[in-house]
């Protein structure tokens, strides 16, 4: 991820700062306070660091279906994209208008919007990981969408409380993650997300 951004920020006339990567299990401190493994992995802008889960790619795999290497890069992908909104000021608009008092939860708030625009920027990775690297193998493609279906948030409350409750949505449906993640792929233009 970081090769990749360092290269379209530069592109863009920019300089990218890396995240730090912090690997946990069980549970962690970060500047956005104490996160269980319940939380799974997540960023946080306050200290900028992308905190890993490791129990959480066993339970992708385990629990959710969505096994593979590429599943696993979608979600460090997935982190690193809110970090990326953190550089361009999309983190901090986003807490403005919540500040403001502006929806932020439920399948139109702007958290779900957040986290789409992370999983198009995941996408935008990819797609320029590939053209750098040719590294993707047949079935890796489909690893990271299996993954975005399995952690939408329909397919996550459907299994969890036997409904689904749009008004309480924080990262979008299976489908939503699904498409967001294409944009980026198929275009490679973070402008698109």
């Given at each position: 991820t970081e090769d990749t951004w360092d290269a379209l920020f530069a592109q863009a006339g920019g300089q990218y700062r890396q995240p730090r990567l912090v690997l946990f299990s069980g549970g962690v401190s970060s500047a956005c306070g104490f996160a269980s493994s319940a939380v799974g992995p997540f960023y946080c802008p306050a200290d900028r660091q992308v905190y890993l889960d490791l129990q959480f790619f066993a339970e992708l795999e385990q629990r959710f279906g969505a096994a593979g290497d590429f599943a696993q890069a979608y979600v460090i992908a997935h982190e690193v994209g809110h970090h990326v909104q953190t550089l361009l000021g999309i983190?901090?608009?986003?807490?403005?208008?919540?500040?403001?008092?502006?929806?932020?939860e439920g399948a139109g708030g702007l958290l779900v919007r957040q986290e789409l625009q992370a999983d198009c920027l995941a996408g935008v990775w990819a797609y320029h990981a590939q053209q750098r690297l040719d590294w993707m193998e047949e079935g890796d493609l489909e690893e990271a969408l299996n993954a975005a279906t399995a952690i939408g948030d329909d397919r996550l409350q459907q299994r969890g409380r036997g409904q689904v409750v749009p008004d309480s949505f924080t990262h979008g449906t299976s489908e939503q993650r699904v498409r967001w993640f294409r944009i980026g792929f198929a275009s490679g233009e973070a402008g698109r997300c």
């Open positions: 983190s901090r608009q986003v807490e403005a208008a919540r500040q403001r008092g502006e929806p932020m």
